[in-house]
């Protein structure tokens, strides 16, 4: 009997399903209902965040079936021989020319004529046309020269950073009038002018669209004529380039009391470019973030009248601003901040490698022991992961992408490597990485790099609100659908729409689910993949069985949740996280292909790979874990992980292996740590240490040679400094052997050295006593 009643029931619904009108009728509209009561209020600058940009690989790791066969496809970026001639000469020249140490402890800035090179060689025009007197660099190259200046000295790299990011060359290049293009860009692509962009105001940080920055068009004297106009009234602080810029890119609320434009009152978020001699603007004062002597300070206006015309694209963009800063974002996300982070961290990894070969503690290379290699296999693998990343993630903007959910992942997920990368480096160190001074390389990136986690998107922020956020809606196939079918106002259309995305969905999260579990029972050792490494083989297959999980899990999550799973950010940062650890999975499994499968560089891939995948795992744990239904998390624990969990940490004997690549010589060392500026200079505390390594390695060899004549007894017991002297006068080793040893002992002592000071800093040469400025004040 109850047999029968189920078959009648699968039988209706079957059949309701097969009739598009009576699904609807019976399910999809009573469903859309529902969906419009609880989908959660979109604001219009969220709507517009969302609109901006371009799903690319994203999607792809959405979708539950990654089509790997695309990702190797991805052109490999290629360096032009204009391009790489400015890598070799211009910026090996500005990298000599510009030191941490000099520009923030001697200059607080940087020097005048190191700007003036700046200018003159077009560093500040890398993304401007070369029909506007710019270089036209592809995303690659300009990524290029900001992580070689970012391993030399991170003010040039800001300096010239900023101005080639979000900020008003790249605001009007794509919104700019003709008459504002020919006017402004050949002059900021020779320096003529200096840019800035001014959006964040003490009251608006993070949540930047609320601005209470305004702009009144009114009527006003301009060079002797009545002009229609612009009073702008602003306090932004923090501005990158502020105190020295000679035209900001000024982000403020515009009203239309008097309707002189059109008949809407509040226009909305509107960029325009003011000139910083206009009579009322502020500039000049400084902030000193973190000791960084990068230009950075506060800018105000009060009741500033400017012509209409200098919004950017004139008059027709009053109100568009939002949408054209969430549209050139992704770009300079995409660039500036991850090329800085890899290039304090190819630093990091070639110096402190080399010196934890070159320092001798408990008459040991301090790299040899356990402990420290556990910190060299973490640098190393994590600058493998972010390398990749940096790379394909420029490849992705050179191919026409805006890419808005990748930029955010390589912007949060390469900031917080590199600073784990720096900060094991710094441990290693020891007090070596704590002295400040010339002899430090790493001081100022450690100082520096909560900077980088703070801007273009605070990091708690990007991680817990946008990365899944925003992918869950723009990287779904059909989320975004479903939504724009509930904000449909033709209810007809509304339907239709909706049934079709709706099903779609239904269907698509039904196949993730039931091949989640599949792949999970299986091991996905059965899932196809394109013709890679064998070696690399199990992680693409792994990879497909995390996407069909994630697509899965993401999928419940939002049904679970709705709405409300905008609040529970903690769940969606871990949704983020699986999403992110498989985006640099893929990338760094993609560098080992582009790179020719370098066996000598397995041991990178695998530890970084294994690594995103245990934190894969963990993110995804942590969601089941913390879900609000207990009984819909064991469901899931089942469907996702019905062996258990697949992945533990990376090796030990993996990480020795890391770590070994990092204190030696080597080709994979040397692809690791590639386009940065190594000084040739001994003179020079990285120059030097690429030296000592050189010979540390050497007079290894030799010290085997005397501990084997000391043991033997053909060398007698000599006191310590004595023993090479004895080993070379008794021809256990020849007098070459006995110059390199003394040569490493020189460059070791060289290297282990830091500096220190007179008593005042050497203030009292550079300022008068500070009595004598009482004195002075109070005559
Ligand atoms: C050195 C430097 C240079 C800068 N350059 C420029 C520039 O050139 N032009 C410009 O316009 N601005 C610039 N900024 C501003 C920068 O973009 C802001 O600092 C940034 O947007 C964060 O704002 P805030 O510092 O006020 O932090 P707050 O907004 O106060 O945030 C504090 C913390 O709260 C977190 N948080 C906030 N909201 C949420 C949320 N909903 N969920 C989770 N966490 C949240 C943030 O992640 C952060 O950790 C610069 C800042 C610095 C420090």
């Known amino acids: 009997m109850i047999w029968t009643i189920l078959i009648a029931l699968a039988a209706a619904l079957a059949a309701v399903l097969a009739i598009p009108a009576a699904r609807r009728a019976l399910i999809s509209d009573p469903l859309l209902r529902v969906f419009r009561r609880i989908l959660p209020p979109m604001s219009p600058t969220e709507q517009e965040a969302i609109d901006a940009g371009t799903v690319w690989w994203d999607g792809e790791l959405f979708s539950g079936r990654p089509d790997w066969a695309k990702l190797i496809a991805f052109p490999q970026p290629k360096l032009t021989p204009e391009e790489l001639s400015f890598l070799d000469h211009e910026t090996e020249q500005l990298c000599a020319m510009a030191s941490d140490w000099e520009t923030s402890h001697v200059h607080y800035d940087l020097p005048p004529h190191v700007w003036q090179f700046v200018k003159d060689k077009g560093f500040l025009g890398m993304i401007i046309p070369k029909k506007y007197g710019g270089k036209e660099f592809s995303a690659y190259a300009h990524s290029q020269v900001v992580t070689k200046l970012s391993s030399r000295c991170s003010v040039a790299a800001v300096h010239v950073m900023v101005p080639n990011s979000l900020g008003p060359a790249e605001l009007l290049r794509h919104y700019g009038t003709e008459a504002q293009k020919n006017h402004y860009l050949p002059r900021l692509a020779k320096g003529i002018e200096i840019p800035a962009f001014a959006l964040t105001n003490p009251h608006a940080g993070s949540d930047a669209a609320s601005i209470p920055d305004t702009g009144i068009v009114c009527k006003g004297m301009w060079e002797g004529r009545e002009i229609t106009g612009m009073r702008l009234t602003w306090d932004k602080r923090y501005i990158t380039l502020g105190p020295i810029c000679t035209v900001l890119g000024l982000a403020f609320r515009l009203y239309d009391p008097e309707h002189l434009l059109g008949d809407k009152e509040d226009l909305g978020i509107t960029c325009a470019l003011v000139h910083t001699n ?80 070159v320092r001798r503690q408990f008459k040991t290379p301090i790299g040899r022991f356990e402990g420290v290699e556990e910190a060299l296999a973490r640098m190393g693998g994590n600058l493998y ?96 659908a479903e939504m724009n079918a509930a904000h449909e106002p033709d209810h007809a259309k509304a339907s239709r729409d909706f049934d079709r995305a709706l099903w779609g969905h239904v269907r698509f999260a039904l196949s993730n689910g039931v091949r989640s579990l599949l792949l999970g029972v299986t091991g996905s050792h059965w899932t196809r993949v394109p013709d890679v490494a064998p070696e690399t083989r199990r992680h693409f297959q792994k990879l497909t069985r995390f996407s069909a999980a994630f697509a899965f899990l993401a999928d419940v999550s939002m049904l679970v949740l709705g709405g409300g799973l905008k609040r529970r950010e903690k769940l969606s940062a871990r949704l983020g996280d699986v999403l992110s650890y498989m985006y640099l999975c893929s990338a760094a499994l993609k560098r080992y292909e582009d790179q020719g499968r370098q066996q000598a560089d397995l041991p990178l891939l695998e530890w970084s790979v294994w690594d995103a995948m245990f934190r894969a795992q963990n993110a995804i744990e942590g969601v089941i874990s913390n879900y609000p239904s207990g009984l819909v998390a064991w469901f899931l624990q089942r469907i996702i992980f019905p062996l258990g969990r697949p992945y533990v940490v990376p090796s030990d004997r993996l990480g020795h292996e890391v770590a070994r690549l990092l204190i030696a010589p080597s080709g994979a060392r040397d692809r690791l740590t590639a386009g940065i500026y190594l000084p040739k200079s001994e003179s020079e505390v990285v120059g030097c240490l690429e030296a000592a390594l050189e010979a540390a390695i050497r007079a290894e060899e030799v010290d085997q040679k005397i501990r084997a004549a000391q043991k033997d007894g053909r060398l007698k017991a000599t006191k310590a400094g004595e023993l090479a002297q004895a080993a070379a006068e008794t021809g256990v080793i020849t007098p070459e052997e006995h110059a390199l040893l003394r040569r490493a002992t020189q460059l070791r002592d060289e290297v282990i050295k830091v500096d220190d000071f007179p008593q005042d800093f050497g203030l009292s040469q550079i300022m008068p006593p500070a009595h004598t400025l009482t004195t002075r004040a109070a005559a």
């Open 278 to 357: 206009t009579p009322g603007v502020e500039i000049g004062r400084r902030h000193l973030p973190l000791d960084a002597v990068f230009q950075n300070g506060p800018t105000a206006g009060r009741n500033v009248f400017v012509p209409i015309d200098w919004i950017i694209g004139g008059p027709e963009m009053a109100g568009q601003g939002w949408r054209m800063l969430m549209e050139c974002l992704a770009a300079g996300r995409s660039i500036s901040l991850p090329s800085t982070s890899c290039g304090y961290s190819k630093l990091a990894v070639r110096a402190t490698g080399a010196y934890a070969r």
């Open 385 to 480: 992961m972010m390398e990749a990343t940096r790379i394909l993630t420029a490849t992705a903007v050179d191919m026409g992408e805006k890419p808005s959910v990748i930029s955010a992942i390589a912007k949060y997920h390469l900031t917080e490597r590199g600073r784990a990368v720096v900060n094991d480096a710094m441990d290693v160190l020891g007090g070596k990485g704590i002295c400040l001074g010339p002899r430090n390389f790493m001081g100022r990136a450690y100082q520096q790099l909560p900077v980088a986690i703070t801007v273009e998107g605070a990091n708690i922020l990007t991680r817990s609100l946008i990365i899944f956020g925003q992918g869950a809606i723009r990287c779904h196939p059909w989320v975004l």
